[in-house]
Structure formats: structure tokens, C-alpha cells
């Protein structure tokens, strides 16, 4: 079965990096995800990494997957106000229904000035 | 302009009645989902549709019901048997099964529910 456990919460400081972290269970995983959802708002797809890939890099952002652990992680370098939000790792798998994402519980992510 | 739209933003419900919460796309997304977000438990699915008029219970369908006659819409009533309904609720969408696995989920605004 799938299960995708996250911690609750992250507090940094602004300027710093900012690293959240993910397990997953489900070895059949093709594509994880990371969304960014701000207050009262709906999700943002923020990046994806396909499951035979180790990194990847898009700007501030470097996802890092260690799929012999079911680790997944998002670092954001120099960490802003605007970064603080909610960040969700998500794993996706085929079944018969059709694509079915699985989503953490969330980490809360406080910038601090 | 292409989206989700979601409406109310806010709702109030009392007890024992229910409600049913809106969801537009103009994407042409065959898939489309309902979540539902408590603090502390990311989001579980309720409903998901692959194809109009059709659509299949996710792992908290117990206290709603959905329909699926138009492509571009997703209506979600909770009903009087849903024990605890405040919470956050999010209609998402995709392009439904493809060639590829890789299917990035669109998300509205939300709406937020309370029972007085």
C-alpha cells in the first residue's frame, strides 16, 4: 500500500536553506512530486523528478530522490518571506482507475526574518 | 484565461442539511478529483471521475455523492451523513490516462466548509 509520511513543520531563518524531506512506501512510484500551497489557496505543482533519476535542479530549487531508501527531498537555496507555505511531496502510480497521486501530510514552512 | 473554478470560497452549513459544492474547468481535462484537507493530514481523496458519467468512490467516500454529466463540471454534495464535514475541500484535475505517466494534477482555489 502507499503511505507518504512528512514532518509537520520547518522553521528557517531568511537567507538560509531550506531542506524538506519525504518517505514514501510504494516501490512502483514513477513520478513524485512537490507542490507549494499558500494560505487559503489551492496546491502549486513547484517540480517533479521521474523515479529512475537521482536529482534535479530548476533555479532555487534541487529535488534529490534515493529510491533504494523511498527518500525524497526538496532544497531551497536562499530561502525567502515568499517561501513560507505548505510543501507536499506526492508519489504517482498507474492502476487501472488511471493515474492515482498519493499526498504526504504537508510541512509547514516558516521563514523568519 | 484557463482554470479551476471553485465556488463558494466559504460556506456555512447546520447540521443535518446538505450542500454541494461547485467545480468548473475549461482545461479539457478528462480527470478530475475531489480532496479534502484536514491540518495535519495532507489531502485523502473522496470522488474521482475518468470520463464523464462515470466516476469511482477514492478513500473517503463515505457522507458524499458526486455526478459527472458535463466534462467541465464536478459537483460535490456532502451530506447530512457526513459526521465531520469542516474542512477544506479541493477539486483537482488531469488529462486523465495516457501514453505517459507523468500527468501533473491542476488544483482550484478551494472551498472552505463549516457546520454551525
Known amino acids: 500500500g502507499e503511505d507518504v509520511e512528512q514532518s509537520l513543520f520547518l522553521s528557517v531563518r531568511e537567507g538560509d536553506s531550506s531542506v524538506i524531506n519525504c518517505t514514501y512506501t510504494d516501490s512502483s512510484s514513477t513520478y513524485l512530486y512537490w507542490y507549494k500551497q499558500e494560505p487559503g489557496a489551492g496546491l502549486q505543482l513547484l517540480t517533479y523528478?521521474?523515479?529512475?533519476?537521482d536529482m534535479k535542479q530548476d533555479q532555487r530549487l534541487t529535488v534529490l530522490l534515493n529510491k533504494k531508501d523511498k527518500h525524497l527531498s526538496l532544497r531551497i537555496a536562499d530561502t525567502q518571506t515568499g517561501d513560507s507555505a505548505i510543501y507536499f511531496c506526492a508519489e504517482s502510480t498507474i492502476t487501472g482507475g488511471g493515474n492515482k497521486l498519493t499526498f504526504g501530510t504537508g510541512t509547514q514552512l516558516k521563514v523568519e526574518l | 484565461d484557463g482554470g479551476i473554478t471553485q465556488s463558494p470560497k466559504y460556506l456555512f452549513r447546520k447540521e443535518g442539511q446538505n450542500v454541494t459544492l461547485s467545480c468548473e474547468q475549461n482545461?479539457?481535462?478528462?480527470?478530475m478529483y475531489w480532496y479534502r484537507q484536514d491540518p495535519g493530514q495532507g489531502l485523502r481523496l473522496i470522488y474521482y471521475?475518468?470520463?464523464?458519467?462515470?466516476?469511482q468512490k477514492g478513500d473517503i467516500a463515505e457522507g458524499y455523492s458526486v455526478s459527472r454529466e458535463k466534462k467541465e463540471s464536478f459537483p460535490l454534495t456532502v451530506t447530512s451523513a457526513q459526521k465531520n464535514p469542516t474542512a477544506f475541500y479541493l477539486c483537482a484535475t488531469d488529462r486523465g490516462r495516457g501514453l505517459s505517466s507523468y500527468n501533473e494534477q491542476f488544483f482550484g482555489p478551494g472551498t472552505r466548509l463549516t457546520v454551525l
Open positions: 471521475s475518468q470520463i464523464v458519467n462515470d466516476f
Open positions: 482545461l479539457n481535462h478528462d480527470a
Open positions: 523528478i521521474f523515479s529512475n533519476m
